[in-house]
């Protein structure tokens, strides 16, 4: 079955810098549309980033932009966030998801349109 495992979460000072990762199994990785989504208590869960199937397009939510950078390793089955300037309001649990319904060039803002889903990782930064 298909498993997508985030690591990388923990506690940071605001204006440092974390690294996500995601992992996954039981899908062709490199046709998958990746995504990044996170959530906060009380919040909806907000579009953070999506990467294309080769890494050759990336899209970010306008809170991130310019401070995170997704990427993926597809020999690896792996997708990054790489999170730099972090903020007290980023804090939240971190998921990665999964579109195998697109194309090569598809990068998915709504999380309708992903079918898997990791278990997320916690994201804390401290003020």
């Known amino acids: 079955q298909v498993q997508l495992v985030e690591s990388g979460g923990g506690l940071v000072q605001a204006r440092g810098s974390l690294r996500l990762s995601c992992a996954a199994s039981?899908?062709?990785?490199?046709?998958?549309?990746m995504g990044w989504f996170r959530q906060a208590p009380g919040k909806e869960r907000e579009f953070v980033a999506t990467i294309s199937w080769s890494g050759s397009l990336s899209n970010y939510g306008d809170s991130v932009r310019g401070r995170f950078t997704v990427s993926r390793d597809n020999a690896k089955n792996t997708v990054y966030l790489q999170m730099n300037s972090l903020k007290s309001e980023d804090t939240a649990v971190y998921y990665c998801?999964?579109?195998?319904?697109?194309?090569?060039?598809?990068?998915?803002?709504?999380?309708?349109?992903?079918?898997?889903w990791g278990q997320g990782t916690q994201v804390t930064v401290s003020s």
């Open positions: 039981g899908l062709t990785f490199s046709k998958n549309t």
């Open positions: 998801a999964a579109d195998p319904s697109g194309n090569p060039y598809t990068q998915s803002t709504l999380p309708n349109r992903y079918t898997f």
